[in-house]
């Protein structure tokens, strides 16, 4: 059985567009609530969400799709997606949902599944969710007593707070620390200053006044530059950005550079494993992540597993391994130990544990090693066009060759679509700058060849 809907990240598209629409969200609830009702008890899901103006048309389509089956809803309101995975376990819920497009613009909106562990599903149940979505919903309507009921959790927020803070080891502080902290006008606007805040921070928020409209414009994880000058203006030790819905994070030290996902992976595993904390003898990490990431986890006496794109790949693959770390290099970190997905701020909260140990500046602590020259261009696709038939062509297959020829086996090119957005990824690393830049603009004018129209 396959998946057509779902992608590496749930469902996401252009909010009331389809397949992003009101219509497909109520009978995905309905799917979803049919697949995990399971005995005789009073079944339960929780939905979050980020701030984006859609959420309002698709809480209350998820809600009627939920309900409909006889599932009860627990709505959190606007929460980062850890928190969300978080209470669907604390709760004893039998389903979790997070509506959010995580770093992309306020026009997309997406639905992510968790099931009652705390975990993103997996594509084989996936896709038993996606068979039933056009396989016999109708007969799953329960009777007019059995409908399902939703109510507000008020509580959601401090829930997290707490929860988030006890990630922080105890007995240390942020006493003395000035943290700028950019929230991308996100589902994070609320809970995180309060959480640096209670630790002793002083912190500078970014990114807190969401409008609907917002969301990731001009700011977050992937727009970092205001956060940058913040820091220097402020002085601060360190910069905090999260995306749209905080389950990633990239860093920036006191002098404003930037600190990505693989830094910050080095910088845990190496607490981790001085602390004899780190379990299975090593990190997990993606196809993306830096040949010097893979080279300095080798330097620890430490081993370096990668997965295909995409966090519940590196999840599915931690819990293979028994590993209790593992990320991506644009700032998912997963802790087992701590959550069962991203979160940006807890992972934000151990490099943080890192420069209080050290005691010495960011720009000392966290640059654990040299990058190799790596370059990444994303080639977005115009509407209507197959990412997946444009690498059929044969001039693009010829330049990914040609590029791999000229590296002589020192270095690698990785080519990949989105599973989120209508995107080429052109990726190349090695150990020369200028032919790296070469390798990837030969490739990359060969996709916009073939996609461009005839």
């Known amino acids: 059985m396959t998946r057509t809907l779902f992608g590496t990240d749930g469902v996401r598209g252009t909010a009331n567009t389809p397949p992003m629409t009101a219509d497909l969200a109520l009978r995905l609830g309905m799917a979803a609530g049919a697949y995990f009702t399971h005995g005789d008890h009073r079944h339960t899901v929780v939905i979050g969400k980020d701030t984006r103006l859609s959420g309002y048309m698709l809480e209350p389509a998820l809600t009627a799709g939920f309900t409909a089956v006889g599932m009860d809803v627990v709505l959190l309101g606007p929460l980062p997606t850890p928190a969300v995975a978080m209470l669907t376990r604390s709760l004893r819920a039998d389903l979790g949902v997070m509506i959010s497009a995580s770093h992309n613009p306020f026009e ?28 016999g919903l109708d007969t799953r309507r329960v009777g007019p007593r059995d409908l399902g009921r939703a109510r507000r959790l008020d509580d959601a927020g401090g829930r997290y707070i707490e929860a988030v803070k006890g990630t922080f080891p105890r007995g240390l502080r942020l006493d003395g620390l000035r943290i700028v902290l950019d929230c991308a006008h996100g589902a994070a606007y609320k809970v995180a200053p309060r959480v640096l805040w209670e630790l002793g921070a002083e912190v500078i928020p970014l990114g807190i006044e969401p409008d609907g409209f917002n969301i990731n414009a001009g700011c977050g994880s992937l727009a970092t530059e205001a956060m940058r000058a913040a820091v220097i203006s402020h002085r601060a030790d360190l910069g905090i950005a999260l995306d749209g819905d905080a389950d990633r994070v990239v ?32 990190i997990v990490a993606t196809v993306m992540s830096n040949l010097g990431l893979e080279h300095y986890i080798q330097g620890l006496g430490l081993t370096l597993t990668r997965t295909p794109v995409g966090d519940r790949y590196v999840v599915e693959r931690m819990r293979a391994d ?3 770390l593992g990320g991506e290099q644009s700032g998912h970190i997963v802790m087992s130990d701590l959550g069962t997905t991203g979160d940006g701020l807890a992972a934000a909260l151990q490099v943080l544990a ?12 966290l640059r654990v090693f040299d990058p190799l020259p790596q370059v990444l261009r994303n080639v977005r696709m115009a509407a209507g066009t197959d990412p997946a038939a444009v690498l059929e062509q044969a001039a693009v297959k010829a330049a990914i060759d040609a590029g791999e020829a000229r590296f002589n086996g020192h270095g690698r090119v990785l080519i990949r679509k989105s599973g989120t957005e209508p995107v080429i990824r052109v990726m190349a690393e090695g150990e020369d700058d200028g032919l790296v830049g070469d390798v990837v603009a030969a490739i990359v004018q060969a996709i916009e060849g073939a996609a461009a129209p005839a």
């Open 108 to 135: 997309d909106n997406g639905i992510k599944l968790f099931g009652p562990d705390g975990f993103k599903l997996s594509d084989a149940t996936e896709a038993e969710v996606e068979h039933l979505l056009g396989n």
């Open 251 to 282: 860093l920036a030290n006191d002098q404003g550079a930037l600190v990505d996902g693989d830094q910050v992976l080095g910088v845990v595993a190496r607490a981790w494993r001085d602390q004899d904390r780190l379990a299975g003898g090593g």
């Open 322 to 324: 028994g590993c209790n």
């Open 354 to 365: 890192a420069l209080v140990h050290a005691g010495r500046p960011a720009s000392e602590v």
